[in-house]
Each structure stands twice: as C-alpha cells, then as structure tokens.
C-alpha cells in the first residue's frame, strides 16, 4: 500500500519555513493552531530555535499557540527546547474561534514572514523571506494578538 501523496501547499510552507528560520537572527515569532504547525514542523524545530537563540544574547523568539497542552502532547520535542531555554523563548496562549481559519504565521526579523492558512480542505500559503512591509504589517497583527493573549499555565508548569 502506497503512503497518500502529501499536500503541496504543505511542502511549501515547510520550505519557507526553513528559510525564514535559516535567515532569522535575532527575532522569530510564531503564532499558530497548534493543529496546523504539528502537521509542517517536526521535533527539530526546537532545536532550530536553540541555533537562534545561541547567535545573540537579545534574541527574542515568541510562540503564539491556541492550546499550550496540544503543544506538549503533538510536539514534545519542542517544549524540551522551550524548556531548556526559559529565557529566550516566551510562549502564550491565546484561543481561537472554532469557525476562525486554522493558521500559521511566521515573523522572522524585520523582513520576512509567512501565513499559512486552512479552511476546510483548502489551503493557502503567503509571505516573503524578504518583504519589510508585509513583514511590518505581519507583526503588527502579531502584537495585537499578543496583548490579548494569557499565559501558556502548561508551559510554565514545566519551568517550576
């Protein structure tokens, strides 16, 4: 039996994903469903932010995710990073509408982002690694999130 032929649009956000990781020195943030980022990243993206958090003592890496325990059970690799690095990687929560798209945005730096969006079976993929507008306009919706957001309890938890 044949494995079912994988998303495109899925293998091109892992690609995009990789460049704006590769290219990202000292900011990177991410806001997603956790359901959408378990399927385009493995347990190696904690250890990419480990690389960026090494290349400069001010970095500032941020996870935006919409259920903190869905990201301990899906991607626990990853929290072992974010465990391992209490000061560089910060993680809230924030929850999502269950009609709202699922999506996936990615700030790296001042100049490249991405978007990933799924409604229904239909996916859409947008962004530049390197466009400062729509990177400026990227985080800026990014921070108003941010400001909504609570702390992710189930992270936390780990640190204590």
């Known amino acids: 039996m044949t494995a079912p032929e994988r998303d495109p649009t899925l293998i091109d956000a892992e690609a995009l ?14 806001h997603a469903r956790v359901a959408l980022l378990a399927e385009i990243v ?5 250890s ?7 290349r400069h003592r001010h970095t500032d890496i ?3 995710v919409d259920d903190d325990l869905a990201l301990k059970e899906r991607l626990p690799g990853l929290v072992e990073s974010i ?6 990687v910060t993680v ?29 079976a239909r996916r859409v993929l947008r962004g530049d690694p390197d466009d400062r507008p729509g990177t400026h306009r990227a ?7 941010w400001s909504l957001s609570d702390e992710a309890v ?3 938890r780990l640190h204590v």
């Open 17 to 30: 994903m990789a460049d704006l990781v590769d290219a990202t020195r000292r900011r990177f943030w991410l």
């Open 92 to 120: 809230r929560r924030l929850d999502a509408s269950e009609e709202s798209p699922l999506t996936l945005t990615v700030i790296a730096d001042h100049s490249g982002w991405m978007q990933l969006t799924q409604a229904g």
């Open 83 to 88: 465990k391992r690095l209490p000061t560089a």
């Open 42 to 46: 493995g347990d190696d993206l904690g």
């Open 62 to 64: 941020r996870l935006l």
């Open 139 to 145: 985080a800026q919706d990014f921070e108003a999130n």
């Open 154 to 156: 189930e992270i936390r």
């Open 48 to 54: 990419l932010l480990a690389n960026i958090a090494r």
